[in-house]
C-alpha cells in the first residue's frame, strides 16, 4: 500500500460521515415505475481478474451489484464494505468489482496488482473482472455498456459519475438503483433493497 493509498484508508471514515451528512439523494436514482429491461443482462459475460469467462446467466436468482473500482480513489475503502455485503447477503447477492483507470488513472497496476492489492488491504474475495474501461470507448466493458443505455436497460442513461459507482440488478435483470460514489455500500438506501 502506497503512502496515498494509506492516508486514504485512514480518511475516509471522515469521507463518509461528511457524505451522509449533506445527503445523497442527487447520488441516488431507482427504477420507481419497475421498467423491464429491453435486453437481459444475463445476456452478456466477463473475463475475471484471473481470466476465466464468466457468463451474468450462472446468476440469474441473485441480485447483482456492479461496481467500477479503482485502488487509488479516496472511495477505495468501499472494498471493505463491499467484501461485507458479499459475506452478509452470500446466498442472494453476488458483488462484482470492475477495475478501470478512466477516472484520473487511479488504476494504474496490472490485475495481478489489483487483485493483491484488493485481497491484501481490504480482504476482498468478491469477484473481480479484469481490468477494463468503463466509460464509451473501445475498451469499455459490455457489462457498462449495458447499465447506463435506456436502449439495452430500459430507463437508465448515467455512466458512472466516478470510482464506486454502483448499479443494483434484480433476480430478472431489472436495473433496481444506481447508486453515486458518495453513498456507501452499507447505506439504507442500498441495503434496503436487498
Same mark, same amino acid.
Given at each position: 500500500?502506497?503512502?496515498?493509498?494509506?492516508?486514504?484508508?485512514?480518511?475516509?471514515?471522515?469521507?463518509?460521515?461528511?457524505?451522509?451528512?449533506?445527503?445523497?439523494?442527487?447520488?441516488?436514482?431507482?427504477?420507481?415505475?419497475?421498467?423491464?429491461?429491453?435486453?437481459?443482462?444475463?445476456?452478456? !459475460?466477463?473475463?475475471?481478474?484471473?481470466?476465466?469467462?464468466?457468463?451474468?446467466?450462472?446468476?440469474?436468482?441473485?441480485?447483482?451489484?456492479?461496481?467500477?473500482?479503482?485502488?487509488?480513489?479516496?472511495?477505495?475503502?468501499?472494498?471493505?464494505?463491499?467484501?461485507?455485503?458479499?459475506?452478509? $447477503?452470500?446466498?442472494?447477492?453476488?458483488?462484482?468489482?470492475?477495475?478501470?483507470?478512466?477516472?484520473?488513472?487511479?488504476?494504474?497496476?496490472?490485475?495481478?496488482?489489483?487483485?493483491?492489492?484488493?485481497?491484501?488491504?481490504?480482504?476482498?474475495?468478491?469477484?473481480?473482472?479484469?481490468?477494463?474501461?468503463?466509460?464509451?470507448?473501445?475498451?469499455?466493458?459490455?457489462?457498462?455498456?449495458?447499465?447506463?443505455?435506456?436502449?439495452?436497460?430500459?430507463?437508465?442513461?448515467?455512466?458512472?459519475?466516478?470510482?464506486?459507482?454502483? $448499479?443494483?440488478?434484480?433476480?430478472?435483470?431489472?436495473?433496481?438503483?444506481?447508486?453515486?460514489?458518495?453513498? !456507501?455500500?452499507? !447505506?439504507?438506501?442500498?441495503?434496503?433493497?436487498?
Amino acid at each position: 500500500m502506497t503512502l496515498r493509498q494509506s492516508f486514504i484508508k485512514a480518511v475516509y471514515p471522515a469521507i463518509a460521515a461528511v457524505s451522509s451528512w449533506f445527503g445523497n439523494t442527487k447520488n441516488y436514482r431507482q427504477n420507481e415505475a419497475h421498467v423491464e429491461p429491453i435486453e437481459s443482462i444475463y445476456d452478456l !459475460s466477463f473475463s475475471s481478474i484471473t481470466d476465466k469467462k464468466i457468463p451474468l446467466h450462472a446468476f440469474k436468482g441473485k441480485k447483482l451489484l456492479l461496481v467500477n473500482t479503482a485502488s487509488d480513489c479516496g472511495f477505495t475503502p468501499q472494498l471493505a464494505d463491499l467484501q461485507q455485503l458479499h459475506e452478509e $447477503y452470500a446466498g442472494s447477492l453476488v458483488v462484482i468489482g470492475f477495475p478501470s483507470n478512466d477516472f484520473k488513472e487511479q488504476e494504474k497496476g496490472s490485475d495481478a496488482e489489483i487483485e493483491s492489492f484488493c485481497k491484501v488491504n481490504y480482504g476482498v474475495n468478491f469477484l473481480m473482472a479484469k481490468k477494463s474501461g468503463v466509460l464509451p470507448g473501445p475498451a469499455q466493458n459490455s457489462v457498462f455498456e449495458w447499465l447506463p443505455q435506456s436502449s439495452k436497460n430500459g430507463w437508465n442513461n448515467d455512466p458512472p459519475v466516478w470510482n464506486f459507482t454502483k $448499479y443494483l440488478v434484480d433476480e430478472n435483470s431489472i436495473l433496481v438503483a444506481v447508486y453515486g460514489p458518495t453513498i !456507501s455500500p452499507q !447505506s439504507k438506501q442500498l441495503t434496503n433493497k436487498l
